[in-house]
């Protein structure tokens, strides 16, 4: 992304927004399961929150996919771009089946790709967390179809806006 200190600032700034978010949110459900009397107000935010959130998430896999992944094809990567593309940010299950690593640049394809998501990530979705040290709360589920295949994505967005962050920097230490 060398020369485009637009998209590397967005990125970044980006990856910020996306880790606080996270955060507002949990502490939204918290005050909304202590405060009843301002519930409504409470359910308001939280809504607004979601809604930042994703559109956050869609404007950085986004850029990263175009602008990155486009840019570096994987005969082109090496080294720490190889790293960055593999750098595991999720679980993915297609067709029911047990869950696999989700790597980073693969998530930008599923929140691009979504037909359907949820924040936190729904305790259905127990039985592919049950595989991994992911929290919940940390993370956001998105679900879609590929062709003929139904897949479900738990990505931890705390991880995904860390390797969002190294992706928009990588330049500077190559």
């Known amino acids: 992304m060398e020369g485009n200190a637009i998209v590397v600032s967005s990125i970044i700034e980006d990856a910020f927004l996306i880790s ?4 507002a949110l949990q502490n939204a459900e918290q005050a909304i399961n202590r405060n009843s009397d301002v519930d ?10 979601e809604a930042m959130l994703l559109k956050r998430l869609l404007a950085t896999a986004g850029m990263i996919r175009n602008l990155v992944f486009e840019k570096y094809p994987s005969e082109m990567r090496t080294g720490e771009w190889r790293q960055l593309a593999d750098r595991e940010v999720g679980l993915l299950s297609t067709d029911g089946s047990d869950p696999i690593p989700l790597h980073f ?27 991994s040290s992911l929290s919940l709360q940390d993370c956001a589920q998105f679900s ?28 500077s230490r190559m």
């Open 20 to 23: 606080c978010l996270v955060l």
């Open 40 to 49: 409504n107000f409470l359910d308001d935010c939280q809504t607004s929150i």
């Open 144 to 171: 879609g179809s590929r062709q003929k295949s139904k897949w479900h994505a738990i990505i931890n967005l705390h991880n995904f806006a860390s390797a969002a962050w190294v992706c928009a920097d990588i330049d």
């Open 105 to 131: 640049q693969e998530s930008c394809n599923k929140i691009l790709h979504h037909r359907s998501y949820s924040f936190p990530a729904s305790d259905q979705m127990d039985d592919m967390k049950a595989r």
